[in-house]
């Protein structure tokens, strides 16, 4: 096994009326949510999406598929969770870094406590993870307001690699 492995994972949802909008498991204050089966936290998926890539385990999809009604209305740190205990058994967070896109609202209050909620799903020390947010600048469908997306990268450290 490597000693390192790198994931990426990419996410995006429209708004809709009459949900609440989550990102990274924080309660953002904002009048639209964002469709999805589950809670739709773009920001969580991304992370997801990258751990399981990190860890040569396929996908958001592959493990929590929308076709099944189990994970319907769920949130998405309990979806983290299950990732992570796939995952950490031979894998350790190296560090994650995380962008959300997003037009609306503006983010920049709220990035540390999502920080803090992801650090805290992974068991990991704080300056592991870090969220930040930016905007398109009115550019395209995330700049005309009609959705949020968000990237992450992440690096594990193998456990079992004698240092």
């Known amino acids: 096994m490597p000693q390192y492995r790198i994931g990426q994972g990419f996410d995006v949802h429209p708004f809709t009326e009459g949900r609440p909008l989550v990102l990274g498991g924080v309660m953002v204050a904002h009048p639209r949510g964002l469709a999805g089966h589950s809670d739709a936290d773009v920001l969580l998926h991304a992370v997801i999406d990258a751990l399981l890539g990190a860890a ?92 949020i997306a968000a990237t992450a990268v992440v690096l594990l450290e193998n456990r079992e690699q004698e240092r």
């Open 56 to 147: 040569g385990l396929g996908d958001i999809g592959t493990h929590f598929p929308s076709s099944e009604a189990q994970y319907a209305g769920i949130a998405s740190s309990e979806l983290l969770r299950s990732a992570w205990a796939e995952v950490e058994g031979q894998w350790q967070l190296g560090n994650l870094d995380a962008t959300i896109i997003a037009q609306e609202p503006r983010l920049s209050s709220y990035v540390g406590a999502m920080g803090a909620h992801i650090a805290d799903v992974l068991g990991a020390p704080l300056e592991a993870v870090n969220v930040k947010a930016t905007t398109t600048d009115g550019l395209g469908v995330i700049g005309r307001g009609e959705g």
